[in-house]
């Protein structure tokens, strides 16, 4: 019933920041945990990091912490990703994704997927 749509990617040096953001339209969006997946070339799809319903727990893939936030703005049915210190590494498509439970569970699979953005980042 709802479209996610990701926005905010682009071609970065390393360093650099970016901030990516998912767009849930659709009513009870703080009923939801959001994620945050990525998936580079010929790798598999990694979760990054997802928030609860209420913006009060936030997880986070050992690979990013530190550096990235996860944060939602329930009003505006969005839910965003502060990427900082971006390294080469990051380079990936990243995918918004709602989970059908409150709070995130570590192994659960995301309910729905946005269509992805990609990040790009050099050296």
């Known amino acids: 019933q709802a479209q996610l749509v990701e926005s905010g990617g682009g071609l970065v040096e390393a360093g650099a920041s970016l901030r990516l953001s998912c767009v849930a339209p659709?009513?009870?969006?703080?009923?939801?945990?959001m994620g945050w997946f990525r998936q580079a070339p010929g790798k598999e799809r990694d979760f990054v990091a997802a928030?609860?319903?209420?913006?009060?727990?936030?997880y986070y893939d050992d690979s990013v912490k530190g550096r990235f936030t996860i944060s939602r703005d329930n009003a505006k049915s969005t839910v965003y990703l502060q990427m900082n210190s971006l390294k080469p590494e990051d380079t990936a498509v990243y995918y918004c994704?709602?989970?059908?439970?409150?709070?995130?569970?570590?192994?659960?699979?995301?309910?729905?997927w946005g269509q992805g953005t990609q990040v790009t980042v050099s050296s």
């Open positions: 994704a709602k989970f059908i439970t409150r709070d995130y569970y570590s192994g659960y699979l995301p309910s729905s």
């Open positions: 659709g009513g009870t969006f703080g009923a939801y945990a």
């Open positions: 928030i609860s319903g209420s913006g009060g727990n936030t």
